[in-house]
């Protein structure tokens, strides 16, 4: 048990009821009387700076291996027919053709012009969109540009590798659109023609083989009526989105004006711990293993593709072991728990409501994240040689992105509980539970602020950083770890910011999901 040092000094009146070590979680100031607590000259404390250099080098490490140029493709016939970034591109497309269908065709023809880049493959689909949006000519005259810059291309020295299928679509395509007359000549084409527009291009082949003013009057109702439900859902999400943002925001704001005005009652108490430099070890022990694990895990994956993702759900859970490093250099186990906040709360039958509300109030910061990894894309591609015009289009990504793609129902479960719950659990345990615990005691001499603001950047970068993401992707990911920090800054216990977690990535893998079913 911990002793309690007889010393006092001032605290501010706190609206609720402390956890067993804290000065009663006040964002700072003075008032009433604190209680601080003491350790005896056996207290371990811990080797911080070799920990952290541990830290830093693995880091380092792993940010050079997520961010190693990738070999180019020997051909620019990327990405497959399946990849991720048609499946993105057909949700893209029926969200478009859905936005037509409502009466602004002028202004979905506009919004569709970013879709017109990209490998050939996504270009050939842009043609049809075009033709659907804009009519023949406007299929046409980008018909005739892809044609151009294939023979631009070619003229450079890269020219592109068309398989017959490419050729034959590129043939079709030119048949279909005929410029001159302003028509769609579906009719012209026999069955082969029609196969290969729908085995090559999908949703946008049916939709090319059913334009406006077919006879086939019910099919093309059948196919843009499920797009126009995806825009009609979309633009719901959207609302709605922006309405949870405008009242997170305000949450955001009230909260932070209570704490400026001290009246606000936090969890983490007035940072002390004499062992905190056990916390940064432990965290160090947690790097070595769990990406030791996740290193053999993709062994074992690579042997049963039919589980490859429960490999890592394992290693993920294994990886907790870390938590006996703290007990084996002598912090008890009641401790351990109270100090990282593995605790069900001072409220435990609502501190899940605050992981909702964290949640919302994470959303405007994370409309700042996207704005710098915008920027930061922006730049990159201006500092950075470019690639040839049918080069894939890279943006950061998780490389389960690719896994969801051609991912079954039993997959689908795999990846559900490795982003929705492994990943909040065993995060939030480690960086927000044990590492900000350290960052949070050792900072304490410079002021809560200061103490807050420093910690919560670093655990956040850090956490940005070694996700397989990128660089560019660090402002978003720093974004949500904000949020999470927050939540556990100001509720002590780790379970609203696992909550809050469970939610970003749960909704995130239910949009990719729901845009590979709609895909297809």
């Known amino acids: 048990m911990m002793q309690m040092d007889p010393h006092t000094t001032p605290r501010n009146q706190m609206t609720e009821e402390p956890s067993r070590y804290t000065d009663g979680g006040n964002f700072g100031g003075s008032g009433i009387p604190e209680v601080t607590l003491g350790y005896g000259p056996s207290q371990p404390t811990g080797r911080p700076g070799l920990a952290w250099l541990v830290i830093v080098l693995l880091a380092l490490g792993i940010v050079l291996m997520h961010n190693l140029p990738e070999e180019k493709p020997e051909s620019s016939q990327q990405p497959a027919k399946d990849s991720i970034e048609m499946v993105i591109m057909t949700f893209q497309g029926k969200m478009l053709v859905g936005v037509s269908e409502m009466g602004f065709s002028d202004m979905a023809l506009r919004d569709s012009a970013p879709l017109n880049t990209g490998p050939l493959p996504q270009r050939m689909r842009y043609v049809v969109l075009a033709g659907e949006l804009g009519g023949a000519g406007e299929a046409a005259r980008h018909l005739r540009a892809l044609k151009d810059l294939l023979e631009q291309t070619e003229a450079a020295g890269e020219p592109v590798e068309l398989t017959e299928e490419n050729r034959h679509v590129l043939v079709v395509l030119d048949v279909l659109y005929d410029e001159e007359a302003d028509a769609i000549n579906v009719e012209t084409l026999d069955a082969d023609d029609r196969d ?54 305000i949450a955001l704001i009230l909260l932070l004006i209570f704490a400026l005005q001290r009246i606000l009652a936090g969890g983490m108490g007035q940072p002390g711990r004499a062992h905190h430099g056990i916390y940064a070890e432990t965290f160090a022990v947690w790097l070595v293993l769990f990406f030791g694990l996740q290193f053999a895990a993709g062994a074992l994956a690579a042997l049963m593709p039919a589980s490859q993702m429960l490999w890592p759900l394992i290693g993920f859970f294994a990886s907790l072991l870390a938590l006996a490093w703290p007990v084996f250099r002598g912090v008890s186990w009641a401790d351990v728990r109270e100090d990282t906040g593995l605790t069900w709360g001072r409220k435990p039958a609502i501190e899940p409501f605050f992981g909702v509300l964290g949640y919302v109030m994470g959303l405007p910061m994370l409309l700042v994240g996207v704005v710098f990894t915008m920027l930061l894309i922006a730049m990159h591609g201006l500092l950075t040689e470019s690639g040839g015009p049918l080069d894939p289009i890279t943006g950061p990504a998780h490389p389960v992105v690719d896994i969801v793609a051609g991912a079954n129902w039993w997959g689908i479960v795999q990846i559900y509980l490795l982003a929705a719950v492994a990943a909040p659990i065993v995060e939030e345990i480690m960086f927000r539970g044990v590492l900000y615990r350290h960052q949070r005691d050792s900072t304490r001499h410079w002021g809560i602020w200061a103490s807050v603001t420093i910690s919560a950047t670093i655990n956040g970068f850090l956490f940005a950083a070694i996700h397989p993401q990128g660089l560019l992707a660090v402002p978003v990911l720093m974004s949500l770890a904000y949020a999470f920090t927050l939540v556990r800054e100001w509720r002590g216990t780790i379970v609203p910011s696992i909550i809050v977690h469970a939610i970003s990535n749960g909704l995130v893998m239910t949009l990719l999901i729901t845009m590979v079913m709609v895909a297809g």
């Open 196 to 249: 290969v527009l729908v085995q090559e291009l999908g949703w946008f082949g049916e939709l090319a083989l059913l334009p406006p003013g077919t006879d086939a009057v019910q099919e093309r109702q059948a196919l843009v009526g499920s797009a126009l439900r995806v825009a009609v859902a979309s633009m719901v999400i959207m609302v709605l989105a922006l309405l949870a943002g405008g009242v997170g925001a």
